[in-house]
């Protein structure tokens, strides 16, 4: 997480829901692919491990599997990455409960609110 980032996640570690969790950060998902254009690099598994999906945290709980993006504004961006989070986590991992998506942010786009909800994303403004 960059700077701007990081604060919002300590503000939320401070005074959300996320408190109360072990998180893990910048967890890999996916297999880093780039693509058949590319010719692979000299060192392919340091390459392929930089190109992975990274969570920006993570929480395994009894009841579910918590993955949550950190972004200065919630918006398309961070709802297309959380959906994708939680295909290849699912297909990864193959966990045994439901998988919840967080996006914690300063500020959301009220555009994109009504998307979060569809998919059940919860929203944290902090």
Do not use: H
Request: hydrophobic residues 45%; contains cysteine; glycine residues 8%.
């Amino acid at each position: 997480m960059a700077l701007p980032e990081r604060q919002i996640w300590q503000r939320f570690l401070q005074t959300g829901p996320g408190s109360r969790k072990d998180w893990q950060y910048e967890v890999e998902l996916g297999l880093g692919s780039y693509g058949p254009t590319i010719n692979p690099p000299a060192e392919p598994d340091f390459y392929l491990r930089l190109l992975k999906k990274r969570v920006d945290a993570l929480a395994l709980t009894p009841e579910s599997v918590i993955i949550a993006e950190v972004k200065q504004v919630a918006g398309m961006a961070a709802l297309g990455q959380l959906l994708t989070y939680r295909a290849l986590y699912q297909a990864e991992k193959t966990p045994t409960v439901p998988i919840a998506l967080w996006a914690v942010c300063g500020r959301v786009d009220y555009d994109v609110t009504a998307s979060f909800a569809a998919f059940g994303i919860q929203v944290y403004v902090v």
